[in-house]
């Protein structure tokens, strides 16, 4: 089974990672190391052997995560080939390898050579954990030379990561609070919610016609889910369901009693006077 061959950038230090590349010659393909080690739907065969690292990720395997990567959008710059997920399982946001750092998720290596990516809103707090049915992926790698220092990050130092990256969401959210109070002062407000309101409608075109093309309707529907508003409004909306339906049987028992009389009334005859007899 063809395996990709072990390139370095010549440009790179020595000991960056990042430079590490692997490419099949034949298939005119190359692919940074990262990339591949922390795509979601990417396991590396049982057969690779740990001290032959020069020749490494089945080809046909690369591939089908390359085409499963074609219809994938990611969270950050909205382009496809988002092959990075975010480790929980009900999660619907990805990334390319470099996205996901600029969207401050949190990118974990572990022992023994496992690879997971966090979204913001998902990065583990010291103490809990996420292994198991809610994990995407349990991937067993062996890690190159230049990552192993990486790798043995313990629990303490991984610790004080998750807590560096939430306070820096924090103080993004607190620069967002701060822009839009200076957009009101500034009298644009409802400029923006207008230009919301008017990407929401086409949103809404979209969805409904019928000639709106399968990548148009998938970029529409994770845009859509990515906005927090959105999915409080579903959650809302699909808590209401048992209400709707309950209103809806008793709006059907009614009708079913209208009919019921109104077919008794039409069994009895008609009286009529005797002034019309």
């Given at each position: 089974?063809?395996?990709?061959?072990?390139?370095?950038?010549?440009?790179?230090?020595?000991?960056?990672?990042?430079?590490?590349?692997?490419?099949?010659?034949?298939?005119?393909?190359?692919?940074?190391?990262?990339?591949?080690?922390?795509?979601s739907g990417f396991v590396e065969s049982e057969e690779q052997k740990a001290e032959d690292l020069n020749k490494r990720f089945d080809v046909a395997s690369v591939m089908s995560e390359i085409k499963r990567g074609r219809r994938l959008w990611c969270r950050f710059c909205r382009t496809k080939g988002a092959t990075v997920g975010c480790e929980?399982?009900?999660?619907?946001?990805?990334?390319?390898?470099?996205?996901?750092?600029?969207?401050?998720?949190?990118?974990?290596?572990?022992?023994?050579?496992?690879?997971?990516?966090?979204?913001?809103?998902?990065?583990?707090?010291?103490?809990?954990?996420?292994?198991?049915?809610?994990?995407?992926?349990?991937?067993?790698?062996?890690?190159?030379?230049?990552?192993?220092?990486?790798?043995?990050?313990?629990?303490?130092?991984?610790?004080?990561?998750?807590?560096?990256?939430?306070?820096?969401?924090?103080?993004?959210?607190?620069?967002?609070?701060?822009?839009?109070?200076?957009?009101?002062?500034?009298?644009?407000?409802?400029?923006?919610?207008?230009?919301?309101?008017?990407?929401?409608?086409?949103?809404?075109?979209?969805?409904?016609?019928?000639?709106?093309?399968?990548?148009?309707?998938?970029?529409?529907?994770?845009?859509?889910?990515?906005?927090?508003?959105?999915?409080?409004?579903?959650?809302?909306?699909?808590?209401?369901?048992?209400?709707?339906?309950?209103?809806?049987?008793?709006?059907?028992?009614?009708?079913?009693?209208?009919?019921?009389?109104?077919?008794?009334?039409?069994?009895?005859?008609?009286?009529?006077?005797?002034?019309?007899?």
């Open positions: 089974m063809a395996k990709m061959v072990r390139r370095k950038c010549a440009f790179c230090r020595d000991d960056e990672e990042t430079a590490i590349m692997y490419i099949a010659e034949e298939q005119n393909l190359a692919v940074h190391q990262n990339c591949l080690l922390f795509s929980i399982q009900t999660c619907r946001k990805n990334y390319h390898y470099l996205c996901a750092f600029r969207d401050s998720a949190s990118v974990k290596y572990e022992e023994p050579g496992r690879y997971r990516v966090f979204c913001q809103k998902h990065v583990p707090v010291e103490g809990h954990s996420f292994n198991g049915e809610n994990s995407k992926k349990e991937m067993l790698l062996t890690p190159t030379d230049s990552s192993s220092t990486t790798t043995r990050m313990n629990d303490e130092t991984v610790g004080e990561e998750n807590m560096e990256v939430l306070s820096e969401n924090h103080d993004q959210h607190k620069e967002r609070i701060e822009f839009l109070k200076k957009c009101k002062q500034a009298g644009i407000l409802d400029e923006i919610f207008e230009k919301i309101l008017n990407n929401l409608h086409l949103a809404r075109e979209k969805l409904t016609k019928d000639n709106t093309s399968e990548a148009e309707y998938e970029e529409t529907v994770m845009s859509l889910f990515d906005c927090g508003l959105f999915e409080n409004i579903l959650r809302v909306a699909y808590s209401g369901t048992e209400r709707k339906i309950q209103e809806l049987m008793n709006t059907r028992e009614r009708l079913d009693t209208q009919i019921e009389l109104l077919r008794n009334l039409k069994e009895i005859p008609l009286p009529v006077s005797e002034d019309t007899v």
